[in-house]
């Protein structure tokens, strides 16, 4: 446990003599001496700690969250479902500690280490909330070990990474908590079994207890105690008791001191360690703001992360066409291998903002687009390396057929591309719905089509028994070098998705509920050899490359909702590092923006929303009004061009009212789809670059844009790949709209060009 050790190994008693001058300064103060409780003790530590009365300017609350399976026993009065609503609340910001930590400018993070209900809301919302579950709680303790010594060192370990993020990120005091259902009777068993103590004198009540329910909780820590019993020889003991949610005490320096002399305090330094582990989110950052009085400081400050490095197995799960089921057995793996308590990144090949959204609810990670040709080479590494290297296993799903992308003449943009920059093995899926012995032919053209590429495994789709899985399993160990790991039975039902014109059904719609997770999870378990899955990809090191993080300077509100919900991650994150505080709403369902500095509008569906966004005339007159009369900068892509244009037809002929900044209008009469990778160079200075600047993107829709008056500026030279040029990028005040999808780490300059300009306009 390496971040552990290094965290321990940081740590120095304060010199007696400063601890006695401070005790001595508190006592001297108009108050009983004492009575500021631990607060006092607290206080005396930094002061002999640091040599000078405590300044505390960045400070970090972490609320550890996970669920216990000891409520089996009817030990609390609340079911576990009540943890998932506390942590949807922290990081709303609505929880009484939210409320004391904006008065002292603390950030407020939740880290679900294993909360047994999904949790709601975007999984990357302004960083406030950090996925790293273990299990969905941990195991009943009067029936067994709660947890695996690997889980519990697991813990352990991921909380002292968490730490040692926040003190690299700045902070210069770190408090943590936790929050669980069952946890108080897990800690009163672990206090027994560590001090000796009659469980009835260390058992806490707990919230909403009476007098019969801590009888049953002082019985269930009786009962675990007897029969997990400590070993004195066999190191720490807590997992057999069991609690996810592990708290890590610390306090942090705020920048590493040399060694000092012993006549002088010496403030707690960073851990020691070259290779620290984060917790997949970069540095930790601040949660959520609400408005502009949240920020403070001028923006300047810079913290710049040391590399680190990560070891983890790294997958590509390709197909030999599109839809074979690509999607469905990534998320099923995803499923499958997050139950088993393993950290799993995903991640998607290509554009597509629908899969990578489903990857995030089967996996608790956001999933990052890794695209060959938007991004180039570096940066599609630096992606992986940067989000993989703190997880067990990335599992990276493909595009389209394996070595389908930009152009017919190579591979760029391709799976291939990507798996072979990875040096990743490759698991083929086929569909075998319609053959048999012709299915070890498909697999052996692809492994001979490129032999550069590994092709190391296939899985079989929609078999119609086993009887047939069988069959093609044996023609293909016979005749290629691909391990065939099993099959997923066609009557599986949990893999039909519903579908539409963009491509599957979303995320934001609720289509992976817990039930058909389990389900999907389950189908993989039972027809595919998971373990010699694993076994294909060897472990392999990233070295994490650094990167500038600046303190938030302004927020930028970003439309999440149903309608509007096609975001890369990366861009969101670069934002982030440029100096943006995100803060999501709902074109749909609030009354207005939020006060930001700056807008930003995904794509998304908002024709099939049109009615409500229409009848939302409130929001839409702000919008108008943030825009045309207040001059905020406002990014708006596709779906984000719909909404502020004029009116929207709908599929159905009906008409709505939309924002009106852009005077044209939208139709979805007839569907004509343009779909494609684009080059764009900016024509005229915008909110994100001057004149000259290039980047990469890609254009997809079936809605059609009216004619758009010529007085109104075009910023964008849009050339389409292989294909001809032509103007685009409407510019209305402050205000881009533009049918693209641009990438910003094809060129990271557009997100600090985007939040210049919002600080400029907060001024």
Not at 65 to 87: K, L, W
Not at 521 to 531: H, T
């Amino acid at each position: 446990m390496s971040g552990l050790r290094a965290l321990v190994e940081a740590i120095v008693a304060p010199p007696a003599a400063a601890a006695a001058e401070a005790q001595r300064h508190l006592d001297a103060l108009t108050k009983p001496p004492g009575s500021l409780g631990r607060l006092e003790e607290l206080a005396v530590r930094m002061f002999a700690l640091r040599g000078a009365p405590p300044r505390v300017a960045q400070p970090v609350i972490f609320t550890f969250a996970a669920d216990h399976g000891v409520v089996a026993e009817g030990v609390s009065a609340y079911p576990q479902s009540v943890t998932a609503q506390m942590v949807e609340n922290f990081v709303r910001g609505g929880a009484a500690v939210n409320v004391l930590a904006r008065d002292c400018s603390a950030r407020v993070i939740v880290a679900d280490f294993g909360v047994a209900n999904p949790i709601g809301g975007s999984p990357e919302r302004d960083q406030a909330l950090v996925r790293c579950p273990l299990a969905a709680g941990t195991a009943n303790m009067t029936r067994g070990p709660a947890m695996t010594h690997a889980q519990a060192e697991a813990a352990i370990e991921r909380g002292a990474r968490l730490v040692s993020s926040a003190i690299d990120a700045g902070a210069d005091l770190v408090a943590t908590g936790e929050m669980g259902i069952g946890n108080t009777t897990a800690a009163s068993a672990i206090t027994a079994a560590i001090t000796g103590a009659d469980p009835e004198g260390v058992t806490g009540r707990g919230t909403g207890v009476d007098d019969d329910g801590w009888r049953r909780k002082v019985d269930a820590v009786q009962r675990a105690l007897a029969l997990n019993r400590p070993d004195p020889g066999g190191g720490h003991d807590r997992p057999c008791l069991g609690s996810c949610d592990v708290r890590l005490a610390s306090l942090g320096g705020a920048r590493p001191r040399p060694r000092a002399r012993a006549s002088r305090a010496r403030a707690l330094s960073r851990p020691r360690s070259a290779a620290r582990r984060g917790n997949g989110r970069r540095a930790v950052r601040a949660p959520r703001a609400r408005g502009r009085a949240a920020l403070h400081g001028d923006g300047h400050v810079q913290i710049r992360r040391r590399g680190w490095s990560g070891v983890t197995r790294v997958l590509v799960v390709a197909g030999t066409a599109s839809g074979v089921g690509k999607t469905s057995i990534t998320l099923g793996l995803l499923a499958a291998l997050r139950r088993r308590g393993l950290v799993v990144q995903p991640f998607k090949v290509g554009p597509d903002f629908i899969d990578a959204g489903l990857h995030a609810v089967a996996s608790g990670r956001p999933s990052y687009n890794l695209d060959g040709w938007m991004c180039g080479r570096e940066t599609v590494m630096a992606t992986v390396a940067r989000h993989a290297a703190d997880a067990d296993v990335a599992i990276v799903e493909g595009v389209m057929g394996c070595f389908d992308g930009a152009d017919t003449s190579n591979d760029t943009g391709s799976t291939a591309e990507i798996a072979k920059w990875l040096g990743a093995p490759v698991v083929l899926v086929v569909d075998a719905s319609a053959q048999a012995r012709s299915a070890a032919a498909t697999v052996l053209g692809f492994e001979r089509f490129d032999p550069a590429l590994n092709v190391a495994a296939t899985i079989l789709n929609r078999v119609g028994g086993e009887a047939h899985a069988r069959s093609v399993m044996e023609a293909i160990r016979a005749t290629c070098r691909a391990v065939p790991l099993g099959g997923i039975a066609r009557e599986d039902t949990c893999w039909a998705m519903p579908e539409r014109y963009l491509g599957l059904a979303t995320a934001a719609e609720g289509l992976l509920d817990r039930a058909r997770l389990e389900r999907m999870a389950n189908a993989v378990e039972r027809g595919l050899e998971l373990d010699h899955l694993l076994a294909l990809a060897p472990s392999r090191a990233f070295d994490v490359p650094p990167r500038v993080v600046v303190r938030p300077r302004v927020t930028i509100g970003i439309a999440r909702d149903p309608a509007f919900q096609f975001y890369y991650a990366e861009n969101l994150d670069l934002l982030r590092a440029m100096g943006a505080a995100l803060v999501e709403w709902s074109p749909l369902s609030d009354a207005e923006p939020p006060d930001v500095d700056g807008l930003y509008f995904g794509g998304g569906y908002p024709e099939l929303h049109a009615e409500r966004l229409a009848d939302n005339a409130g929001c839409r007159k702000s919008v108008r009004r943030l825009v045309l009369d207040e001059g905020r900068p406002v990014y708006a892509e596709c779906g984000g061009l719909m909404y502020l244009a004029e009116s929207l037809e709908d599929a159905h002929g009906r008409t709505h009212e939309m924002v009106g900044v852009l005077p044209g209008h939208v139709t979805m009469r007839p569907l004509r789809m343009s779909l494609g990778y684009v080059d764009v160079t900016l024509t005229l200075p915008t909110l994100l670059g001057p004149t000259g600047t290039r980047a990469r993107g890609h254009e997809f829709h079936f809605s059609t844009l009216t004619a758009v008056p010529t007085t109104v500026p075009r910023a964008y030279t849009v050339a389409a790949h292989g294909g001809a040029s032509r103007a685009e990028g409407y510019v209305v005040g402050r205000a881009l709209l533009s049918y693209m999808h641009l990438h910003f780490a094809s060129n990271p300059a557009l997100a600090e060009s985007f939040v210049d300009a919002c600080a400029k306009a907060r001024r």
